[in-house]
């Protein structure tokens, strides 16, 4: 054995312990990572049903605001209707009470 070797090894061997503890993070972290990256990748796509499901929903309330926005749009024509017509007959019946009360 070289006589160099013992001395190396009495100065290497405390700091053994604070070297594999400071590399054992990089050798153990691929598995973390593929842990993380698998659970990444679930939240993704469980991510991206729910958007899916949110713009279905969105979907069919547009849908139903729509064909409630078009019955509104449909009885204010009516009400509109009826506002004219009231108008016109209660301005007839007003042109016939001043001819009746000054045409005598």
């Known amino acids: 054995m070289p006589a160099w070797l013992i001395p190396a090894l009495k100065a290497v061997?405390?700091?053994i312990g604070t070297i594999i503890s400071a590399a054992a993070p990089v050798?153990?972290?691929?598995n973390a990572d593929a842990v993380a990256?698998?659970?990444l990748q679930?939240?993704?796509?469980?991510?991206a049903a729910n958007i899916k499901e949110l713009a279905q929903q969105l979907q069919s309330t547009v849908a139903a605001v729509e064909q409630a926005a078009s019955i509104a749009e449909a009885k204010i024509r009516r009400t509109l209707f009826v506002c004219v017509v009231a108008a016109v007959l209660s301005t007839i019946s007003l042109v016939i009470a001043l001819v009746l009360v000054f045409g005598r």
């Open 13 to 15: 061997l405390p700091h």
């Open 37 to 39: 990256i698998t659970e």
């Open 42 to 47: 679930s939240a993704v796509s469980q991510n």
């Open 27 to 30: 050798f153990t972290r691929k």
